[in-house]
């Protein structure tokens, strides 16, 4: 059965079991024995990630005035292709390209396109999503189109990180999914900032998206355990203005900001260890 905890027949009860019985016992979402990778696994997800990065370092010196995001999602494919992987966004319920290129209001998934034409000043999102040997590695970054943006800009892709790194920081070994959320709502809301709800990380590994959900508000102590061996993702969408976003009715994914505001995005994977998160995307 899924999101429950159950320790076979026979099977000795190791302190992982005792830990996550006890929250389950305390009424608390725990993940399924499924969602626990084992350690060859982890280390798939880790040789994926290796090639996810380098396709982001390429990308970033690429990244210049004049280039249209189509020419962008050109280099991506043939990157990972030329790397053994396959890009895990082409064809990905119907998604046409690549990668996702999200620049200034565009929240995230954004299509690359020979009309979209970067220009200095702008600041834009990289998503990518790499399958090596079967296994997902799921990361994006930002990058300043020309290297300098206006202060207002830079702070918002400044904060933004910080919120990733701040909720990674919050994930220690059995906390929750909630904790993750807290850290950056709070985070997010000092500096002035909107945190998008639509969208939330998520297990990734051995499949694109899967259990837990994580989202990047809520309460600590909400949401599902966090047990050691599980992969997922923490990739906050923070917004200068108002939280609210517009799905785009014509091409079906391109989400954007309702006040047309600019937003920011930063992704890793990570793998949570006895010792806290391990990030596997740099
Ligand atoms: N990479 C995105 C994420 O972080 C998902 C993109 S799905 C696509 O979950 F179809 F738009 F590519
Ligand atoms: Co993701
Ligand atoms: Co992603």
């Known amino acids: 059965m899924k999101r429950r905890w159950v320790v076979a ?22 993940p399924s024995r499924n969602l626990i990778l084992t350690e060859e696994q982890i280390d798939g997800v880790r040789k994926s990630g290796v090639v996810n990065t380098a396709l982001l370092d390429m990308i970033g010196s690429e990244i210049k005035e004049g280039v249209s995001t189509e020419h962008l999602d050109d280099l991506i494919y043939q990157f990972t292709k030329d790397h053994g992987g396959i890009p895990a966004d082409l064809g990905y319920e119907g998604f046409p390209k690549s990668s996702c290129i999200s620049i200034d209001n565009v929240v995230c998934h954004g299509i690359p396109s020979p009309d979209a034409i970067l220009k200095n000043g702008q600041i834009v999102n990289v998503d990518v999503t790499t399958i090596l040997n079967g296994y997902y ?3 994006s970054r930002m990058f300043v189109v020309g290297g ?13 990180l910080e919120c990733l790194q701040i909720g990674a920081a919050a994930a220690k070994p059995y906390s929750f999914t909630g904790d993750i959320g807290f850290a950056i709502q709070c985070h997010a809301q000092k500096n002035g900032y909107s945190v998008v709800r639509e969208l939330c990380g998520h297990g990734v590994g051995l499949k694109f998206h899967e259990d837990p959900e994580v989202p990047h508000y809520g309460k600590p102590k909400t949401g599902m355990l966090l047990v050691p061996g599980m ?35 930063w992704e890793n994977t ?12 740099h």
């Not at 302190?15 to 725990?30: N, R, Y």
């Open 148 to 160: 300098t943006t206006t202060p207002e800009k830079q702070r918002l892709v400044d904060v933004t």
């Open 137 to 139: 590695a799921d990361a």
């Open 231 to 265: 992969v997922f993702t923490i990739e906050p969408m923070i917004n200068m203005g108002k939280r609210e976003v517009h799905f785009d009715q014509l091409d079906k994914w391109t989400v954007t900001t309702r006040d047309g505001l600019p937003s920011a995005q």
């Open 270 to 281: 990570f793998v949570m260890t006895e010792e806290g998160l391990e990030v596997l995307t």
């Open 9 to 30: 027949k026979g099977q000795p009860v190791t302190e992982m079991d005792k830990k996550v019985l006890a929250a389950q016992k305390a009424g608390h979402t725990v």
